[in-house]
């Protein structure tokens, strides 16, 4: 499974001449964490997080406000507040290689790049959601690339708890390779197993 499975695209990016306000508003109404800053020319140049946002934001209560608080500035924009260099990465990239960036790095959200032009992101809610995705989806969407591959009659597919099982009404040890790499490309699938009609046969 590579990152542009799993990534959400097309993806809500700002400028650094987006007001903080503005920005705040989109994270707040879209129930995203971070959103990429991207050029005129849609190239990554930063990201801006809700910590970015929140930080020093606040005025301290009046009543206990001392001499030395510095108080918000009024009109800031993203640029005074985003995270910059920020990389992204690749769409082809190996999801188990983006998990691990994103965990290692305490990462919530990872812009997805062609070149240096933003494409996608990927958060770790995207990632919780594909875990939970719903068995019979996950079945329909195997059914559907195995029928794109080599018929839609060939097959049987069942899957259990992400764990996707394919009949193959053929004995085509190349054929199931391929059946395998195609279900274990869908979201939500943990692993895939696939043999034959005549080996099931044989084994029962």
């Given amino acids: 499974m590579r990152a542009r499975d799993v990534m959400s695209a097309p993806v809500?990016?700002?400028?650094?001449?987006?007001?903080?306000?503005?920005?705040?508003?989109?994270?707040?109404?879209?129930?995203?964490?971070?959103?990429?800053?991207?050029?005129?020319?849609?190239?990554?140049?930063?990201?801006?997080?809700?910590?970015?946002?929140?930080?020093?934001?606040?005025?301290?209560?009046?009543?206990?406000?001392?001499?030395?608080?510095?108080?918000?500035?009024?009109?800031?924009?993203?640029?005074?507040?985003?995270?910059?260099?920020?990389?992204?990465?690749?769409?082809?990239t190996d999801v188990v290689d983006l998990?691990?960036?994103?965990l290692d790095d305490r990462?919530?959200?990872?812009?997805?790049?062609?070149?240096?032009?933003?494409?996608?992101?990927?958060?770790?809610?995207?990632?919780?959601?594909?875990?939970?995705?719903?068995?019979?989806?996950?079945a329909s969407d195997v059914r559907h690339r195995l029928a794109n591959y080599a018929g839609p009659d060939r097959w049987t597919v069942r899957v259990r708890d992400g764990v996707v099982s394919i009949t193959d009404e053929y004995d085509d040890a190349a054929d199931r390779h391929v059946a395998i790499v195609l279900a274990e490309a869908v979201p939500g699938v943990i692993a895939a197993h696939c043999e034959s009609v005549q080996s099931q046969g044989a084994s029962s």
Avoid: C, H, W
């Fill in 12 to 92: 809500i990016t700002v400028t650094p001449g987006t007001t903080v306000k503005d920005a705040a508003n989109l994270l707040a109404s879209r129930g995203y964490t971070a959103l990429p800053v991207v050029d005129d020319d849609a190239r990554l140049i930063g990201i801006v997080t809700e910590a970015d946002l929140v930080r020093d934001r606040f005025p301290r209560d009046a009543r206990y406000r001392r001499e030395d608080d510095v108080l918000p500035a009024p009109g800031m924009k993203v640029a005074d507040v985003m995270t910059t260099p920020v990389s992204g990465m690749a769409d082809n």
């Fill in 99 to 102: 998990i691990t960036v994103m």
């Fill in 107 to 138: 990462i919530r959200s990872m812009p997805i790049v062609d070149g240096s032009r933003v494409v996608g992101i990927v958060t770790r809610r995207d990632l919780v959601r594909i875990i939970g995705r719903d068995d019979d989806a996950i």
